[in-house]
C-alpha cells in the first residue's frame, strides 16, 4: 500500500509543474500606448485589453492582439 501511495505523490509532483504553465496570458498596454502579451497576471499600471479574464493559450492571445489598434512593443 505504501508503495502506491509513493508512487501517487511522486507522479503528482511531477504534473503540478506542467499545470503552473499553463497559466493565462493577457493582452496588455502599457503607460506609453505599446501593447504586447504577457503570461501572468498584469500588474496596476497596465490596462488589459481584449478579454478581462485572460486568454487560455498564448497564440490565442496574440490573435486577439492583432485585431486590436495599438502601438507593439519596439524591437
Known sequence: MK???IAA?????MAT???AAA?????????EKFCS???AAP???L???????????????EQALKGINCKPLPG
Open 23 to 31: 497559466g493565462q496570458h493577457y493582452v496588455v498596454e502599457d503607460t
Open 47 to 61: 490596462k488589459v485589453l481584449g478579454d478581462k479574464q485572460g486568454y487560455g493559450s498564448r497564440d490565442q492571445a
Open 3 to 5: 508503495r502506491y501511495l
Open 17 to 19: 509543474p506542467g499545470l
Open 37 to 39: 502579451v504577457i503570461d
Open 43 to 45: 500588474s496596476k499600471n
Open 9 to 13: 505523490l511522486v507522479a503528482g509532483s
